[in-house]
C-alpha cells in the first residue's frame, strides 16, 4: 500500500488538490482512501458530493469509548473512493491536534485502510503541533508532499514542514516526495517553486495553473475530474497522480532558514 500525505498552509489548495488525484487513482483502477486531518472536516466534501456528515471525533464523543464500526466512520465517495475525516474538537475547546491522534488510532484500530492500495492524509501545516505531524511521526504516511504557491506565507509553511519531516525522517521511513506547486499566478512563480525544492533537496513534481474551472467544480461540489473530465485541468491532476505513482526519488529534506528564503522569495519577486 502506498502511504501518502498532502500538508501546506490552509487554503492553500491541498484538499482540492488531494481529491482530484484520488480521483485520478480510482480512475487508474486503483483502491484509494482519503482521510481528511484538518479540523474543516472538509477534505472529502467533493468526493462525497457534501460536508462529511459524520467524523470519527463526533463518534468517539457520542460514543464516549464505546464501539464504533468501520462503515460508520468510512463513506463511500465518487467511484468508489473511500472517505474519511478525522474531525475537530468543538470550537474553542479541546486539541485539534489531539484529536487526529485518537481519530487515526481509532482507524488503525479498526483495520478499515489494510485492503487498499492508496491512502492519502491531507494535513493542515502550518500548525506545528504534535497531533498534525502525527500522521508523518507514526509512520501513517510514508510519503509526503507540500503543497505551495510562491506567496512568501505559503513557502514558510513549506519550509516548516520540510524541519517536521527531516525530524521524523531520521527515525522513521517518511520521505519528502516533492513539493506542489498550486498557482496563484504570483509573478515567475513556477521558477521560484522550483528553485525553492531544489534549495530544500527535492524536486517540483507539478505546476497546477489556478484555473476557474476548479471554482466552477467546487460549486457543483465535484472534482474537476469528475466534472470536467476532459479539461487540460483534469489532465493536469491526472498526470500528478501518475508521477506519485511511479516516484522513486524520496529525499530527507533540507530546510532553509528563514532569511535565506526571504532573499529567495525577494530575488524572485522583481
Ligand atoms: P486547503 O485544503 O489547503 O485549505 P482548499 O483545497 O480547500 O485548500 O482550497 C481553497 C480554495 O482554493 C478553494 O475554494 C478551491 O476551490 C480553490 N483552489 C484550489 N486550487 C485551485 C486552483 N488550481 N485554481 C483555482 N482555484 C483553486
Ligand atoms: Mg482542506
Known sequence: MKKIAFYGKGGIGKSTTASNVSAAFSE????????????????????LGHICRQTVLDLERERRGGEIL?????????????????????PG??????????????????????????????????VVCGGFALPIREGYAEEIYIVSSGELMSLYAANNIAKGIRKFAVRGRVKLGGIIGNSRNVPMEKELLEEFAKR?????????????????????????????????????YRKLAADIDSNTELVVPEPMEFEELEGLVEQYGN
Not at 114 to 122: C, E, K, M, P, S
Open 28 to 47: 487508474m483502477g486503483k483502491r484509494a482512501a482519503q482521510i481528511g486531518c484538518d479540523p474543516k472536516n472538509d477534505s472529502t466534501r467533493l468526493l
Open 93 to 126: 475547546v479541546g486539541c485539534a491536534g489531539r484529536g487526529i491522534i485518537v481519530a487515526l488510532q481509532r482507524l488503525k484500530a479498526l483495520k478499515a485502510l489494510d485492503d487498499i492500495d492508496v491512502a492519502l492524509y491531507d494535513v493542515l501545516g502550518d
Open 70 to 90: 468501520a462503515e460508520e466512520i468510512v463513506h463511500e465517495g465518487w467511484n468508489g473512493i473511500r472517505c474519511i475525516e478525522a474531525g475537530g474538537p468543538e
Open 200 to 236: 530544500i533537496g527535492t524536486k517540483l513534481i507539478a505546476f497546477i495553473p489556478r484555473d476557474n474551472i476548479v471554482h466552477d467544480a467546487e460549486i457543483h461540489r465535484q472534482t474537476v475530474i469528475a466534472y470536467a473530465p476532459d479539461t487540460a485541468q483534469a489532465g493536469v
